[in-house]
């Protein structure tokens, strides 16, 4: 069977976050799905197939890490849209039957592709010094993301997200699924108006290139903080990647490109 690597929230090869892609003509059993997510070793491994006419989704989805599968992904449902629409297999927008409920994907004549996600619910919560101490650095303020299951921690400014160095084995020992830090940009006239930063050791992953889960709660916190609705994140891994968010009240669009660069035979 077919099994493609697409670098999503990418405008160009080996940039943005990586994402294992296969489609199936049904769910294979999990322990299979989860050995080919390690033999891929990508944040995540997209697996999808089609569905009957007339459901309310026209594809089943399910994401893995290399070690566990995870109830939503941004970055691997932009890879999994992205084969769908540069291979034919869809035109019109895409629904998509996940954990997460119902997502949706559709794809602008540049190749542009919007996801349709539901916003992450924020909640203040205490900044514990054990969070500090694994981060590197002092919160200014730290919110729980509802069902996403992340603790954002808001920085200073984009200098201190860049320079971070975090406690991998101290991070993972933390409750949430992950830690997403996040500061305004340092220049607010230029080509993104906030940075990021996304670790999730709990779930096999030290640091995720490009996160679009993360930015369901990253719109709202800086939508309200910056007064506008539609912005631009950039997340400030080795990689970097940028997402285009608009807030829509309980939904939020995350916008970005797609590159297949591996595209070959899995063969177990």
């Known amino acids: 069977m077919r099994i493609r690597v697409v670098d999503a929230f990418a405008d160009r090869p080996f940039t943005g976050n990586p994402a294992g892609v296969v489609l199936l003509d049904g769910f294979l059993d999990d322990a299979w799905l989860q050995s080919v997510a390690l033999e891929v070793n990508h944040s995540e491994t997209a697996f999808a197939h089609p569905l009957p006419a007339g459901m309310d ?3 089943n989805l399910r994401w893995f ?3 566990t599968e995870v109830d939503l992904c941004g970055h691997a449902t932009l890879a999994a849209a992205h084969v769908l629409f540069s291979t034919g297999r869809a035109s019109g927008p895409i629904r998509f039957n996940t954990a997460s409920g119902i997502l949706s994907a559709s794809v602008a004549p540049d190749g542009t592709i919007t996801l349709d996600f539901p916003t992450a619910q924020l909640t203040e919560a205490e900044a514990v010094p054990e969070l500090a101490a694994a981060i ?3 919160p200014e303020a ?5 069902v996403v299951g992340d603790l954002l921690v808001l920085l200073p400014d984009e200098a201190s997200v860049r320079s971070l160095a975090p406690d991998f084995k101290a991070l993972a020992e933390i409750a949430e699924r992950g830690v997403v830090v996040t500061a305004p940009a340092a220049d607010p006239s230029g080509d993104h108006d906030f940075v990021s ?3 999730f050791p709990r779930v096999g992953v030290n ?3 490009v996160t679009g889960s993360a930015h369901t709660a990253l719109a709202p916190l800086w939508s309200e903080r910056l007064g506008r609705t539609d912005l631009t994140g950039l997340q400030v891994s080795r990689r970097t990647g940028r997402v285009g ?3 829509r009240g309980d939904r939020t669009l995350l916008t970005g490109k797609a590159i297949t660069v591996i595209d070959g035979e899995l063969m177990a």
């Open 245 to 247: 968010v608009a807030l």
């Open 197 to 199: 930063r996304c670790f």
């Open 207 to 209: 640091e995720d290139p």
């Open 136 to 138: 590197g650095a002092t």
């Open 142 to 146: 730290t919110y729980r993301t509802g």
């Open 57 to 59: 989704a026209d594809w």
């Open 65 to 67: 890490t290399p070690t």
